[in-house]
């Protein structure tokens, strides 16, 4: 993943200048200042680049409150799908945000149709998936209509979880309103903050509010001898590709129930199990079926519950029904994996019922849709038999490493001058930008800053990267790659 700007990720820091030692830092802004760079400017790209593990806002409510609406105004732009009716189908419902100076994740709980559980139960199973990835939740309400059932029953459910809850009054347009806003009292969470999410009254007060909720970083650290504990895994992947069948089959136990009837949704599983001579936690989202009438609510639903499992995992293990074509979803569902700044492991499920017929189609479709992760470990498996599952917790362990992995700022930079001098960047526009210098910033992903003299085009960037790979491995992980051009104002260089 490329970015002019910035990028984001997740992964601890061990020092002050986030992954650089006290001497390479001050090594780094001396290259820095001599090459004309304002030095404010710098130290701010690196804290980006370099930053823990972003907190993550949960919003929840009932259908129709407004959370959509609300989303969009704290990420400033238009992406969280809004419409009359509940249960359209959103692709993705974890966005980033700023407000004050802080960044943090927001994921969007939109509310949709019920099912035949009814739909206390269909919104707070959505909470619920939310709020355990979540450091801190905004529940919003519909003032007008005030505090319903179903509200309180997430206001139950909120409760049990224990996390930090700021109220929004919802659909208060004007001074007149704000009293119905005082009502939510009742609820028992604190303070109604009252907003029109709609016309954004009120809103700088409610983030205000939002960010004394939540922490600097998460607690959550990662590592297999820290806090952290057993290293974590996210087995992801469309309905019925196997994931319940997979977990069963490395646990050598009947751990989840393995179901085909349509409508069987069970909270997340995680199960502790030892493999390959140690502890892994796995977290199973298994359990989504698809309703025919439901569809697109049963999908959101799998989107939701493969956000909040990447929040908790360190790596994700993709499955790929191999006996079926490469769908959209596989394609989504990998990106979300890549974008949330995973290891990744593809775990390519039915093996054994592969004729030689699919499995040249299926290796056409690989190469095809699948040629942005090539880099990504890959296993042949078949959770029915436990075809090839001893290959599993290699290609984790390598995945990992290659997360993990990181190059020392002298030896990058050694490596981006070999790079310039034997494939510089095309010229463009009479112009040939080059790189100066650049470090890696930060691990859990592999993230990266390069500060160049002019803008550097996506191609050249992924050349960047695949050379990176080349040299330095970083098998089974996505890289970060952030590019900064140097301001006109700074081209004298210190004398």
Not at 7 to 36: C, P, V, Y
Not at 128 to 136: G, I, P, T
Not at 343 to 364: C, G, M, S
Request: charged share 30%.
């Amino acid at each position: 993943m490329n970015d002019q700007n910035h990028s984001g990720g997740s992964g601890g820091d061990e020092h002050e200048h986030g992954e650089l030692g006290d001497a390479e830092f001050a090594e780094f802004m001396e290259i820095a200042a001599e090459e004309g760079f304002d030095l404010e400017e710098v130290e701010g790209a690196l804290g980006e680049a370099g930053h823990g593990p972003l907190p993550v806002l949960a919003v929840v409510g009932r259908p129709n409150v407004g959370k959509s609406t609300l989303v969009n105004r704290v990420i400033g732009r238009r992406e969280a799908v809004v419409e009359d009716r509940p249960g359209v189908t959103r692709d993705r419902v974890t966005y980033e945000a700023e407000w004050a100076g802080r960044r943090f994740k927001v994921v969007d709980t939109g509310g949709w149709e019920q099912d035949v559980l009814g739909i206390d139960a269909s919104v707070a199973a959505q909470a619920e998936y939310a709020v355990e990835a979540a450091d801190a939740v905004v529940f919003v309400v519909d003032a007008q209509v005030g505090a319903t059932d179903t509200d309180e029953a997430v206001v139950k459910l909120l409760r049990r979880a224990g996390k930090p809850v700021v109220l929004c009054a919802n659909k208060v347009d004007g001074p007149s309103a704000e009293a119905e806003a005082a009502y939510l009292w009742s609820l028992g969470l604190g303070e109604p903050h009252p907003v029109s999410a709609l016309h954004g009254r009120g809103t700088g007060d409610l983030l205000d509010a939002v960010l004394e909720a939540l922490p600097e970083a998460p607690e959550q650290s990662f590592g297999a001898g820290g806090l952290g504990g057993p290293r974590r895994v996210a087995l992801i992947g469309r309905p019925n590709v196997g994931k319940s069948s997979l977990l069963n089959k490395v646990a050598r136990e009947d751990r989840v129930v393995v179901n085909e009837v349509a409508g069987t949704t069970r909270d997340p599983v995680d199960e502790l199990i030892e493999l390959g001579g140690k502890t892994w936690k796995f977290i199973d989202t298994a359990g989504i079926r698809r309703r025919v009438h439901l569809q697109e609510g049963a999908d959101y639903y799998a989107s939701l519950r493969t956000a909040a499992a990447l929040e908790k995992a360190e790596v994700a293990v993709v499955l790929i029904d191999v006996s079926e074509e490469i769908s959209v979803q596989d394609q989504r569902i990998i990106t979300m994996a890549v974008e949330a700044g995973r290891a990744l492991v593809i775990a390519y499920n039915k093996w054994d019922t592969l004729d030689e017929e699919r499995r040249f189609y299926l290796e056409r479709e690989i190469e095809r849709d699948l040629v942005q992760v090539q880099w990504a470990q890959r296993v042949n498996v078949s959770a029915r038999t436990g075809r090839h599952m001893e290959k599993l917790v290699p290609a984790i362990e390598t995945a990992l490493e290659g997360w993990e992995t990181r190059v020392p700022t002298g030896r990058l930079n050694s490596f981006l001058g070999e790079i310039v001098a034997s494939h510089p960047h095309p010229v463009r526009g009479g112009k040939q930008p080059r790189i100066l210098f650049g470090t890696q910033a930060g691990t859990r992903p592999p993230r990266f800053v390069l500060f160049a003299s002019g803008f550097l085009e996506a191609g050249y960037r992924r050349f960047i990267e695949r050379r990176l790979r080349e040299e330095f491995g970083f098998a089974g992980t996505p890289i970060h790659l952030s590019v900064r051009v140097r301001e006109k104002r700074g081209r004298n260089k210190k004398k």
